[in-house]
């Protein structure tokens, strides 16, 4: 994690409706120089309404943004140097090719880095002659990542960052995001995958009705959450799960598909388990634990139910 220092964001109170619907209630938070922050959230949350706050694109009912010590809205103009952007949703002319893509947006910038390392990066190397049209929505999305560092900005937004990429293009973002991290740019990204947000963010924002309910490391959120860990394994036919909830540190076990999963506390909680089953004379395969992770988090914050 790079040495986080003076605020490159401040948000304070904002607020934004779109008729009756309230999407930002009273929303407050910092993000400091060098940081991955990161807003999570169910959907209707408000994370696109708030990060669209950030870059200018809509004008809050109220409160107080300021980006790099400026109003995104009347000072858009000299932002956009200083500032990246992939929005969630974008389009290219179908038949601009990838290159002309690249060296077009570095021609709006006062300043620009060398495009093609960057696009060896991200794997578009071999696109490069390609029309947009052409690419996949995977390799798209890649070039618009692309698209928003050209400038070299001190500030990256990202809305959505690998929504719809596969593993390895996923972990290349990543990899490429922390490495913008390091040199002591930031980045404020949303995503819904808890996965990206809690091996990429060092702070994340959990937002759920417009309101900030938990801001932290991904690291204390998880801790905050005094969650069980877990036991999975496949037993013997006839092993009964209940009979684990007399061994010490076992909360309760419950059958599901096949497998038992054991929930306890306790650094000894795997060894008891496994002593426990053979004490009692069964056997058991494909044992493995599952500790609490930032979706634990954010399901016991906003809860399971699918809100469109």
């Known amino acids: 994690m790079a040495n986080i220092g003076q605020d490159v964001i401040v ?21 400091g120089r060098g940081e991955i922050f990161g807003l ?10 708030t ?27 000299s932002l956009r140097e200083r500032i990246g952007i992939q929005l969630q949703e974008s389009e290219l002319q179908d038949r601009i090719k990838v290159w002309e893509a690249m060296d077009l947006y570095a021609s709006f910038y006062q300043k620009s880095v060398d495009w093609r390392p960057l696009i060896v990066q ?10 947009f049209a052409k690419l ?12 928003a560092l050209v400038n070299d900005p001190d500030l990256v937004i990202v809305d959505e960052l690998t929504t ?11 990899d490429l995001i922390r490495t913008v991290r390091d040199r ?9 995958f808890m996965e990206e947000a809690e091996k990429l963010c060092d702070r994340v924002a959990i937002m759920d009705r417009g309101r900030l309910v938990a801001l932290d490391t991904p690291e204390n959120l998880i801790r905050s959450l005094n969650a069980e860990n877990r036991v999975v394994f496949i037993p013997d036919p006839g092993f009964e799960p209940r009979l684990l909830e007399s061994c010490f540190g076992v909360t309760r ?3 599901s598909t096949g497998r038992v999963i054991v929930y306890g506390h306790g650094e000894r909680l795997v060894a008891d388990v496994v002593d426990f089953i053979i004490a009692k004379g069964f056997r058991f395969r494909d044992l493995r634990t599952e500790q609490a992770s930032l979706e634990d988090v954010f399901l016991a914050l906003t809860g399971r139910e699918i809100r469109e």
């Open 11 to 31: 948000v304070e109170d904002l607020r934004k409706s779109y008729g009756p619907v309230l999407a930002v209630d009273g929303l407050s938070f910092t993000v």
């Open 40 to 49: 999570v959230g169910p959907n209707g949350a408000g994370k696109t309404t």
């Open 51 to 77: 990060v669209e706050c950030l870059e200018g694109l809509r004008r809050p009912d109220g409160g107080r943004v300021r980006l790099l010590g400026r109003d995104p809205r009347s000072d858009g103009r």
């Open 122 to 131: 991200l794997g578009l190397e071999d696109k490069a002659e390609t029309p």
């Open 136 to 147: 996949s929505g995977g390799q798209k999305q890649r070039l618009f990542v692309a698209l």
């Open 164 to 174: 719809g990429l596969d593993p390895q293009a996923r972990h290349a973002i990543w």
């Open 184 to 192: 002591g740019k930031t980045v404020v990204l949303t995503t819904h």
């Open 253 to 255: 076990g419950e059958a």
